[in-house]
Nanobody, 127 residues
Framework: QVNLVESGGGLVQAGGSLRLSCSASGRTFSSYAMGWFRQAPGKEREFVACISRSDGSTYYADSVKGRSTISRDNAKNTVYLQMNSLKPEDTAVYYC????????????????????WGQGTQVTVSS
């Protein structure tokens, strides 16, 4: 098991930026592919971005592509989500997730593929 703690959420005006961080502890971070998901009130939790455990291959939801960048620092056991040009529809609780995987270059974008989740951080974008 790996413990995940998100930070960096907050209130920002439309057009602004935020960088979310997710710190991992408990097991070797480089064993995990990582993902970010979000859940708005009354909606299902949805995929945002993901990154492989080794070569940094990434994949994004269409809703954030071109505005967001996922990255990781295995030496710091941390994954980041840089979000730019934020919109009110980006308002949600953002969750970090980890998947223990043998494959260094694979990424995962299905919610049910992840078995470790953080507690979430609130992002609110005002218009």
């Amino acid at each position: 098991q790996v413990n995940l703690v998100e930070s960096g959420g907050g209130l920002v005006q439309a057009g602004g930026s935020l960088r979310l961080s997710c710190s991992a502890s408990g097991r070797t971070f480089s064993s995990y592919a990582m993902g970010w998901f979000r859940q708005a009130p009354g909606k299902e939790r949805e995929f945002v971005a993901c990154i492989s455990r080794s070569d940094g291959s990434t994949y994004y939801a269409d809703s954030v592509k071109g505005r967001s960048t996922i990255s990781r620092d295995n030496a710091k056991n941390t994954v980041y989500l840089q979000m730019n040009s934020l919109k009110p529809e980006d308002t949600a609780v953002y969750y970090c997730a980890a998947k223990d995987t043998y494959y260094p270059y694979r990424y995962y974008y299905r919610r049910d593929e992840y078995d470790n989740w953080g507690q979430g951080t609130q992002v609110t974008v005002s218009s």
